[in-house]
């Protein structure tokens, strides 16, 4: 199911339309760079009437605190989640199985619990089981990001225009699946259910894998004699560039992200090391029109990228 098209700014002028905000309490466990993007466009389109962080560190807390993104910081997740009527989980996911149980007994009947993780089969695993009976889990992704963390790094406009993509397990209630939709809609997301299986082996391919690919030619690159990644560094103004900056992301994000879409990633890595081999065999035999399809493939796909919106 596809709910689109994205509504544009001017939707956060829309008060008159929906006097009511779309949740009571909204309650955000993890404030870096999507938990606070969430805190802005909920607050600078009234989403909420109230906003709750819980955030593990104090010097995050802090910082929630000093730019005004919450109305409440709580250092507890529990009491965090207390009367909340949507609670977002924007941490790692492999922090969700530990957030889950210590918020799972506060969550409110009839609450949403929802998430923000990059990876969906494993958080239907991890939290799935956790969720009380009344409360509804709808598991989230929103296809936006930087290669930014922390509080400081979220902006109000990052999910306009993007996907945001729903994986509610069989069975979900409609309505609240609904209402998450909505609240994406209303932050400009475009909105897509698909099944968590489909989710993961598609994000493998369009994420996991070209941040695996970054990391993995960075640390190539650093492993070079000192002499020879002085020059790396120094004449990195070509595609080199561009690996650097998907390699700056968040380690502990992507570790996690890595270990729980496994099956997924370790299938489109063994795909694409026959298509690199392939490759390489093409360059050793001079098979000029084999290499010159594969570039012209790629050129194909970004000015589709581009007429899609999504570059
Ligand atoms: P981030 O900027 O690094 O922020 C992570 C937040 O989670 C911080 O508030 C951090 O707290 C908290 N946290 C980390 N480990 C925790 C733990 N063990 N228990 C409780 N809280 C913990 O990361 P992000 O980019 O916002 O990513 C958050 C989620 O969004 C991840 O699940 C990721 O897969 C998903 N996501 C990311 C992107 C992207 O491009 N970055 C895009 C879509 C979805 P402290 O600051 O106190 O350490």
Redesign the pocket.
């Given at each position: 199911m596809t709910v689109g098209p994205a509504p544009g700014p001017d939707s956060a002028a829309t008060d008159a339309d929906s006097p009511e905000p779309l949740f009571r309490q909204l309650t955000l466990?993890?404030?870096?760079?999507?938990?606070s993007s969430i805190a802005r466009a909920a607050r600078a389109r009234t989403l909420a009437a109230e906003i709750v962080v819980n955030?593990?560190?104090p010097?995050?807390r802090a910082r929630v605190a000093a730019l005004g993104l919450a109305d409440r910081v709580e250092p507890d997740p529990a009491r965090a989640v207390q009367g909340a009527d949507c609670v977002i989980l924007?941490?790692?996911?492999?922090?969700y199985a530990?957030?889950a149980a210590a918020i799972a007994p506060d969550l409110a009947p009839g609450a949403i619990l929802s998430?923000?993780?990059?990876?969906k089969q494993s958080v239907i695993r991890d939290v799935g089981p956790l969720v009380p009976r009344g409360v509804h889990f709808v598991p989230g992704?929103?296809?936006?990001?930087?290669e930014h963390?922390?509080?400081d790094?979220g902006f109000a406009s990052l999910f306009e225009g993007r996907w945001c993509l729903l994986t509610p397990p069989p069975g979900t209630d409609a309505g609240a699946v609904a209402r998450v939709g909505e609240f994406w809609r209303a932050m400009g997301s475009m909105v897509s259910v698909l099944e968590p299986a489909h989710h993961d082996r598609v994000l493998a391919i369009v994420s996991h894998l070209p941040h695996l690919i970054a990391f993995t030619i960075c640390g190539t690159a650093d492993d070079l004699a000192d002499e020879t990644r002085q020059q790396v560094l120094q004449f990195a103004a070509t595609g080199f560039r561009d690996f650097t900056r998907i390699a700056a992301?968040?380690p502990?994000?992507w570790r996690?992200?890595f270990l729980n879409n496994r099956e997924a990633l370790l299938e489109m890595l063994a795909r694409f090391t026959e298509d690199a081999q392939a490759m390489a065999r093409a360059v050793r035999w001079g098979d000029a029109a084999y290499i010159e399809d594969k570039i012209g493939r790629g050129r194909k796909i970004r000015r589709s990228l581009i007429e899609l919106n999504q570059a």
């Open positions: 466990i993890g404030c870096g760079l999507i938990g955030a593990r560190s010097a995050t924007c941490a790692p996911v492999g922090a530990e957030l998430d923000v993780g990059s990876t992704h929103p296809l936006a990001g930087t963390s922390g509080p790094a992301s968040d502990e994000m996690d992200v």
